[in-house]
Nanobody
């Protein structure tokens, strides 16, 4: 019912910036949450990065507060993650997700972000 496609990943030097985008399509258009998780190399679980509520309230994981900014368009068809002052420990596959009202969560395929000099 919902499809998500991430874009914007890549290689960036420490201190640099990237913006990730997630295009959301499908029959469901109202979401409790839209956001991002990440999974580091060798990591066995995805960790919370940021989410934005249906009312537009952003919530951040402690490790990215003050550096990352989540936003979405008013139609709730795209969610963005602006990442500034990137650190090597931000290297991970970043996954977009949505949590609809009355339906199961959906995930994208992931986009690789590598922070290295």
């Amino acid at each position: 019912q919902v499809q998500l496609v991430e874009s914007g990943g890549g290689l960036v030097q420490p201190g640099g910036s990237l913006e990730l985008s997630c295009a959301v399509s499908g029959l469901i258009t109202n979401f409790k949450y839209m956001g991002w998780y990440r999974q580091a190399p060798g990591g066995d679980e995805r960790k919370f990065v940021a989410t934005i509520t249906t009312n537009g309230l952003p919530i951040y994981g402690d490790s990215v507060k003050g550096r990352f900014t989540i936003s979405r368009d008013s139609a709730k068809t795209t969610v963005y993650l602006q990442m500034n002052n990137l650190k090597p420990e931000d290297t991970a596959v970043y996954y977009c997700y949505v949590d609809p009202f009355g339906a199961e969560s959906a995930w994208g395929q992931g986009t690789q972000v590598t922070v290295s000099s």
